[in-house]
């Protein structure tokens, strides 16, 4: 019997949803799919075979036939959606940001403590990625002995000239914010954005790259490279430094060629390829409720740790991270693989 | 709405298809389930919550109830179940061999030519893995010209001291009869078995590790290093080399670990770990119905290239490959990708 | 002819001269050699069959038939013994650091720039590492655009418990002091340093790791992780992140191992190994006179940013170079490769 | 005290040689050169500052103040000035091959039996890359146990027409003859060679690339692809197998650069980038007489198995190698490591 989903936002990441939902995960099917833009959830469900459009994502969230739902809407509806979803007592899996602000993510860590059961999956994928998940093993089995550093870096090939400095912040620092938390099994409680000179492919007034650098509770220090416009592929670096030995993610190819004089591992050009591996293992997780992956207090953290971040790009210092106590509810917390 | 599967052996890849198919691959579900032990069948359905276990491999196959089956069941039942399925009408994935000998793959060649639609798929799952794949396709593209040679090596850590000198060709060296006819898009004329000192690993009287030669109709040879003792890690090479540059697989590996004075890469243990998406893509594209992978023609061919492999084995000298005239019904022949 | 080398110490670095020059460089023959400690000259003229012992290292320089002088003694004699050298007129390659002191590494420029000609060598021999001049020429070629950002990370794997906090600077960072800059050519004008939790395997007290960063004169910025006791290996990377790509130092291993369930690259234990060609191209440079490598300005400049490093340390702040106009005199400055 | 050093042929091997012994290689000093054309040994001699130009090789050996002679010139004169070096008891590096055929180096051997003493070093410069003496010395240690199997692969990117099938044996496998008869300490008992389709880029009538396979007393086989218009990149392979796993050199490549989609390391386009350390390595062990490398033995074992090769090219048949047996002034045979 198959878990029927309903998708709400059908642009890319939605779209991406359906169709794993659809062509590349046991036991799904996606019922019911709303957006803003009405033509975009047409065209989701006809593409898909989705038997119900909703033009109002509450009326998708209430849907009878709707068992669990995937938020894939713009970051500003998020809270709204989660919580709806929280009080119809609906598994939902939330694309990052779990909400825009530190403040609203804590209203909806609240409602789910009010429902007092853990129903939110915010959808932090690189937790199903083997490479990630193969490091967090390895970590918590002690093979480097005590995480003391981790160094990452986080380029895309290109963005458009609306995506500003804060947003590199916000929307892609984020994904290292979480797998710091992860990997380590720690709070981030400080962080300072250090802007060299940006890249001359940047927008004006951009500050691309960023070189940010996060303190957590125990001391270590992870360094990340924020680098938007770096042209040459779409490419994720990271290595913990512990006391005994480093861990790191090699570059994923699947040939090597050796031509002119070279030999050569192509790059991924788009997170979708890059990640496409732990999209499918996230969603099937989720579908089979096997894993949690990260919690709504993870969400929360991440969103405290992403207003302190902007907070530091803006005024050039390092800032404290505003975290209220973790509930027992979440006792397990970030030290949960996904 | 699911396709029913009915799978034929509840053995190591019989239990292996069941769990994919009950767990990461879309659309599918497993109805029935037959085993000659009838409690290795029992076993499996109770695994996956299969409905109805036959005790007879013919009645699943006419099961209404059956959309679709899937051979795992011991080599020498292949011709007949596969003739079942192709009589049935119902698509078959049938693990390799398609046949136990040359002959026998002909009659289901021909009883597929007799129902006159395209119902049997061989499960070479290599032609789902991304590395092999991604090769295909560079090499189809021209990317480094007209190959002329292929050097495989293909490691086992360990056999049973039962898999004795042929089985190394039927077993083993079959995969790369399959994935060298596929990647050049020629057929295998001739092939030739030489047989270097054992490894004091193999048992008495095995010759392994086997060093085999294939010359295919334009004259590129590819040669496979066939190593079921290999002791130190279950290892996949192969390397095209064209006129311009050569394309490889590296070894896959999720992280790389420098740790005591060694960078290091794990290799897998087992041939279900390294070709664990290569399992799953190919049931995903059979359940799918949306790409072929190995025909019974290509199914036919492997069995008559090992058939001549065999024959060198024990001649100690170059066999010719007896393969009679591709049919028109399978024009594309091994030039299709999977 | 062969040209005759004065060699003053005969520690570990001395000694490794001593039998470079002796027996790994063309035309270079050292004719005496000086230790405070006489035992250890001694055993250093008897092994490489060297005729003079100098008891004084001034006599050394002024030994008529020493032509070129090494100086390998502790740092602190550094700067008398360089400004001998040069008031004598003789070419002189004097070990990291070039002083104590950017007072007194001044004194040395000022001695050279006195005597009118470029007498002063400064053993920062990565300029000579195969590695390190190949990114130096993909970078002076653009081959990576305008370079935004330097990882770097300086790994030891253990070193002496007197080895102290600002040794970590002094000794290890200063490598990095002058890779970055010459890589660049650009100054650096402003460093800071964190202080993550030490590993337990640091003696009481010492801040290992430090975690160093670099800002340039042009606003780009080096990250440095100096981890002296790191215990895995010797380890040195280096990455250039540019608008268009990046550079890196790859693990340099002369092997892969494939054994035990793992693909395996030994990595160095100690400098020697991993620069014992960037040492041997040094001196065969230094003595052919044919690349100047690191000038009494670029000696200058480390001592400018070493102790402003040594204030940040200390201070917890960023803390600016402060660095004198440099003279005409050494205008190619750290843009000259070695 | 340097060594003084005839060096006779100035062609492309000898000029090589010139250079090195003058700028690269310690206590060594070249004092005469010849050449069949007088202009280039004039030319080679102004470059380099030798003193004695000889227009007779035979001159150049008994001249006094040669005290060691390299054989750089064509191979049909390599045994008669060999036999002459022999003769007047100076040690001679011969390079390959020894002789230009087996008769012809058994001659070599017996003068040099009929001197008493190791005179003859022949320039089989791989067994001092730094790979290979890595691989040597950890299948010495028994690392992976017994050897079984050498996989090669020898490539360069061009050649002239002039260089035909046979010179792709005696010119180019003839590396790998040596290399594995040093690394597994065996004699090599048998050789095949195979002809695929040659590439279009090969010279018509020449057999390129050519397999080549090599059976060794203790029965372990070595396969050699010679690839000699390969076109990407001079690019030389070596794996050895044994009981317990494999080693490797890997790409040898001084930086990593990440551009345009594609992590890349560059490959050397011809044989003096890829063993430049090698033959300073060898012209440093043998000037300082710390090292045998290969003997007159090896050099005349070379040539039996390249005749040997020849003849299984000329007759598509596994040919025996006619070997006398081994003097036991050769006792250490293949076994020792340069």
Redesign the interface.
Known sequence: M?RRIGVIGAGLMGLTHVRL????????EVVAVSDALPEAAERAAAEAGIETVHGDAFDLIHDERVEAVVIASPAATHEAFAVACIEARKPVLCEKPLAETRDAARRVLDAELAAGSRLVHVGFMRRFD??Y???KA?LDAG??G?P??V?C?HRNPVVPPSFGSEMIVTDTVVHEMDAVRWLLGQEIVRATV?T??????AADGVHD?Q?V?F?TE????A?V?A?VN????Y?IRCEV?G?????????A???????????????P?RFQERFG?AYVGEL?AWV?GTATGASAWDGYAAAAVSEATVEALRSGRAMDVALDPRPDFYAAGPRTAG
């Open positions: 198959n939902l659809s062509g590349a995960v046991s036991g799904a083997p490479g998940a193969d490091m390895k093979l480097v005590r003391l550093l160094h870096a250090l060299p000179r940006p890249t001359s492919h790259p070189f650098i303190e125990d001391g270590a220090l360094d490279e680098f770096a042209r040459y592929a490419d430094v006391e005994l030995g480093t861990i790191a993610l090699p570059p190819t699947p040939v090597l060629v050796r031509r002119d004089g070279r030999e050569a591992a192509e790059l050009d591996a099937q089979a």
